[in-house]
């Protein structure tokens, strides 16, 4: 099976400010709610964590969202986590219509280095940040103790797969700070 890897630097600061005016928060969580409970349970979204940048360095604006879900329903007290989904418009003239990026987004993504539970997502200075909780030795499966922050760098490299086919590969480079 091919998979996107997406791996993230230190930060600090949180900016909830879109690059290009207001998010249209309804719609990006209308769609990933549909996406999302087809691919899981428990779905659940805080609409100011989605945050608007060009991931892809394609030249267009991605919406990139971090929300929680149990992929694959598997019930229990750890399984929920935190997912990264990538969402865009479909072209500047139907902004209005917003698609999953399904090679850029969990689970078709595979997500190295970001811990299981994210509770926040910003912009600052154009660069996107994230924050939540991690385990520290004795922590319960489901309630991890320590908080951290970090930035998140997506790096594109292209995997080929064989002589005819290439995969674009996003990996997160990762440093995390506790505090």
């Not at 099976?1 to 630097?9: A, P």
């Not at 917003?98 to 970001?114: D, F, M, Q, R, T």
């Not at 790096?155 to 990996?171: M, S």
Request: net charge negative.
């Amino acid at each position: 099976m091919k998979k996107t890897l997406l791996v993230g630097l230190l930060a600090l600061g949180f900016n909830t400010a879109s690059l290009a005016g207001p998010i249209p928060a309804n719609l990006v969580a209308k769609t990933l709610k549909g996406y999302a409970e087809s691919i899981g349970c428990n779905f659940e979204l805080d609409r100011s964590n989605i945050v608007e940048a060009d991931v892809d360095n394609d030249g267009e604006k991605e919406f990139i969202v971090f929300y929680f879900i149990d992929i694959g329903c598997a019930g229990g007290s750890g399984t929920t986590r935190s997912a990264l989904a990538v969402l865009r418009p479909r072209d500047e003239f139907h902004k209005e219509d917003i698609y999953i990026v399904p090679e850029l987004s969990e689970p078709a993504a595979e997500v190295k280095g970001i811990p299981r539970f994210v509770d926040r997502i910003a912009l600052k200075n154009g660069r996107i940040f994230y924050r939540g909780m991690i385990h520290k030795e004795g922590d319960p499966n489901n309630f991890p103790s320590v908080s951290f922050e970090s930035q998140l760098d997506l790096i594109k490299i292209e995997a080929e797969i064989d002589t005819h086919f290439k995969k674009a590969i996003y990996v997160r480079k990762s440093q995390e700070k506790a505090y």
